[in-house]
């Protein structure tokens, strides 16, 4: 089965300041990817997703994210956090011949200082 | 709007008591799951249905039950028999056409004293 690995476990940055989440997977084929968002007490709501094509994906939010077959990775990245970007963040990944099998990462909580 | 309903937000229990969380969309999805969120642990599949009157086992499903009456609804009950049942639970539902992006409900709080 597929997993996600998140290594950060909380990440702060500075208001304005450049962002990058990192995101490994681990699959046997070519993976669906997703990112998800999390307020505190709230549901998760959908950045992004790579199911093939251009490897950069465009996300609500300004966000982007980049697969990287070659590292197993698709990270998240923000060039300019805004205060209300402090959130949990999740990436989450599927397997192509089972729609209902979803791995998510434990998350990264981000933290932005003003 | 469409979207995903959970009610309550915020649900307490004593302990040995059953307790069902309950998770409407109108979203027109076939598919449907719940999902245990614990700190540091990410989320965790209990149960998931992909069409009416039909659910499959999840990674933890021990302790918890499930019926898909019908299409927009997606109880789930806590059992007495479920060891550590206080956590958040969060319910979402995804088309049943291959493009897999669940929608997620805004979770309920269950904590069991």
């Known amino acids: ?114 | 709007d469409g979207g995903i309903t959970q009610s309550p937000k915020y649900l307490f229990r004593k302990e040995g008591q059953n307790v069902t969380l309950s998770c409407e969309q109108n979203l027109n999805h076939d598919a449907m799951y719940w999902y245990r969120q614990d700190p540091g642990q990410g989320l965790r599949l209990i149960y998931y249905s992909q069409i009416v009157n039909d659910f499959q086992k999840g990674d933890i499903a021990e302790g918890y039950s499930v019926s898909r009456e019908k299409k927009e609804s997606f109880p789930l009950t806590v059992t007495s028999a479920q060891k550590n049942p206080t956590a958040f639970y969060l319910c979402a539902s995804s088309r049943a056409d291959g493009t897999y992006e669940q929608y997620f409900g805004p979770g309920t709080r269950l904590t069991v004293t």
């Open chain 1, 1 to 114: 089965a597929q997993s996600v690995t998140q290594p950060d476990i909380h990440i702060t940055v500075s208001e304005g300041a450049s962002l990058e989440l990192r995101c490994n997977y681990s699959y046997g084929a070519t993976p669906y990817l997703f990112w998800y968002v999390q307020s505190p007490g709230q549901g998760l709501q959908l950045l992004l997703k790579y199911f093939s094509g251009d490897t950069l994906v465009q996300g609500i939010k300004g966000f982007e994210a980049e697969f990287k077959r070659s590292q197993s990775s698709f990270n998240l990245r923000k060039p300019s956090v805004h205060w209300s970007d402090a959130a949990e963040y999740f990436c989450a990944v599927g397997a192509y011949d089972n729609n209902n099998d979803m791995r998510f990462g434990a998350g990264t909580r981000l933290t932005v200082k003003p």
